[in-house]
């Protein structure tokens, strides 16, 4: 029976982001007991965005892990990038190691990390790679598997972009976890929320997304003092929230894949997301073209509005609609408004000659 496998759900894993002081751990740890957490967890070597963060304390850190182990009984579990990592956490009697987000892009890292564990009987959590790729996920959980790693799980903690669309730090694109789950089956996945909320008043709505979708467990960074965490601050939820969080989370037990359509709505709603936030994106680059027309029609002390220019757009994109079925009413609707607004903007820039505008 694997480690990952428990009746009950959802398999948590809960600590800080990082073990920074003895005492703030430790604290954490005590603060935590009675929950059901099957693995504590703690950075303690932190991979940083930007240098000059703070970058975890090793070995140091292990010892307090012990510690906690030994206190309070629970199992422990840390980020690994590189084999040196791999060789201190087996000699300090870590459980359970996870491959971050950031080691996870990275083949020939994760090779190295899993080579160094051939012949250990070790649990492994693989995170999503920063970017969304799935072969790339799947292809860093087959590297552990083929040296003999039995006991594997996968940890859907979202995915980088160039400044996000809407509140999420990393976007959960849920089909990307799911269709994990469709490959490999047999390989339990947890969710991070708070690496994808990146807030803490958000945490516990992404892990209901995550419960509600069918996921196996929930990674939680827990703090004893969020606002005082020397890396992610802002995500970071007590133990007192972790506990009320839990009391709300509703658990569904069946994966729901077509069984009621559950999945296929996370599907396309994630899809009808993609298409609005491409939309938005459109419509920003258009009236920034529409603003550069503007400069050159006030060079040339031209008229914002051209009649003729707005009769043959109104045309050509009626002309497309009813191509594609849509009504064409509904589609003038919509470009009335976008060139009205790109008038307006046009119009913002002051023109040489005024009183050539016919609007
Ligand atoms: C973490 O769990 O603190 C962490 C660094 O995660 P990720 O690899 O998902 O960024
Ligand atoms: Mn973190």
Partial sequence: MSFFSTTEKPFLIAGPCSAETREQVISTAEAMQGLPIQLFRAGVWKPRTRPGSFEGKGVEALIWLEEIKAAY??????????????????????????????????????????????????????????????????????????????????????????????????????????????????????????????????????????????????????????????SDAAQQITPNELRQLLLNLTIRNEYPISENGLLELEYLRQTVDNIDAEIIDLIGKRMEISSQMGEIKRQNNITAYQPERWREILETRCEQARKLSLSSNYIASIYELIHNESIKKQLEIPQVDNKNLEM
């Avoid at 080691?103 to 190295?112: A, C, D, I, S």
């Avoid at 999503?128 to 552990?144: C, H, K, M, S, Y």
């Avoid at 958000?202 to 965490?229: C, S, W, Y």
Wanted: aromatic share 8%; net charge neutral.
């Fill in 73 to 230: 009984g629970f199992k422990t579990t840390i980020e690994v990038a590189e084999p040196s990592h791999v060789e201190a956490a087996l000699l300090h009697h870590i459980d359970v190691l996870w491959i971050g987000a950031r080691t996870v892009v990275n083949p020939f890292q994760v090779q190295r990390i899993a080579d160094s564990l051939k012949g250990v009987k070790i649990p492994v959590m693989v995170k999503n790679p920063v970017n969304p790729d799935v072969d790339l996920w799947q292809g860093a959980i087959e590297r552990f598997q083929n040296i003999g790693i039995t006991e594997l799980a996968a940890i859907h903690r979202g995915f980088s972009t160039y400044k996000t669309s809407n509140s999420y730090r990393n976007q959960p694109n849920w089909i990307i976890p799911v269709e994990l789950k469709r490959r490999l089956p047999n390989i339990p996945i947890f969710c991070d929320p708070s690496h994808i909320s990146g807030q803490a008043s958000r945490v516990a709505q992404v892990a209901q997304k995550a419960m509600n979708i069918g996921f196996d467990g929930l990674m939680i960074e827990t703090h004893i003092n969020p606002n005082e965490a020397w």
